[in-house]
């Protein structure tokens, strides 16, 4: 039988080492769920976003989900690429180009977000409903604090 390392329970206990494994955890169930449906997360949360709030200006979808400028090019590219959105000229500023969900990106996005969300119930599965959203509450707390 081998031998069990020691566990190092000072750093393992800190919140900050446990909401990184939680999310090392949950990012890693996500993605490979997303990726049954040929999606990656960074294309995903994109893809949501643009649904969410399009047609979009390419700067400010950019800003709402912090992503680089250049990143951002390079996941709109590949959307459109794919047919799940389309860019054209923002008819209120032609310097911008609006950003729009096509009917295959909102197809391929119900399918995601059904993935998505089992992903996450698989996360959470340790937990009864009301202690889910409880955490739910704080985790937003913690990661938006001055909303708090």
Request: glycine share 6%.
């Given at each position: 039988m081998a031998d069990t390392p020691p566990t190092p329970s000072r750093i393992t206990a800190l919140?900050?080492?446990?909401?990184?494994?939680?999310?090392?955890?949950?990012?890693?169930?996500?993605?490979?769920?997303?990726?049954?449906?040929?999606?990656?997360?960074?294309h995903h949360a994109v893809l949501s976003a643009v649904a969410e709030l399009g047609p979009?200006?390419?700067?400010?979808?950019?800003?709402s989900l912090a992503i680089d400028p250049k990143d951002m090019v390079g996941i709109l590219n590949d959307?459109?690429?794919?047919?799940?959105?389309?860019r054209?000229?923002?008819p209120t500023?032609?310097?911008?180009?609006?950003?729009?969900?096509?009917?295959?990106?909102?197809?391929?996005?119900?399918l995601c977000e059904l993935a998505a969300d089992?992903?996450?119930?698989?996360?959470?599965a340790g937990l009864e409903p009301a202690e889910r959203d409880?955490?739910?509450?704080l985790l937003k707390r913690i990661a938006h604090?001055?909303?708090a």
């Amino acid at each position: 039988m081998a031998d069990t390392p020691p566990t190092p329970s000072r750093i393992t206990a800190l919140p900050s080492w446990l909401l990184g494994r939680a999310a090392a955890r949950g990012r890693a169930l996500v993605a490979a769920a997303l990726a049954e449906h040929g999606m990656k997360m960074w294309h995903h949360a994109v893809l949501s976003a643009v649904a969410e709030l399009g047609p979009v200006a390419q700067a400010e979808l950019g800003r709402s989900l912090a992503i680089d400028p250049k990143d951002m090019v390079g996941i709109l590219n590949d959307l459109q690429a794919e047919g799940l959105v389309t860019r054209a000229p923002d008819p209120t500023d032609r310097r911008k180009n609006a950003i729009t969900v096509t009917r295959d990106g909102v197809s391929r996005l119900r399918l995601c977000e059904l993935a998505a969300d089992r992903a996450n119930d698989a996360l959470l599965a340790g937990l009864e409903p009301a202690e889910r959203d409880r955490f739910v509450a704080l985790l937003k707390r913690i990661a938006h604090p001055a909303a708090a």
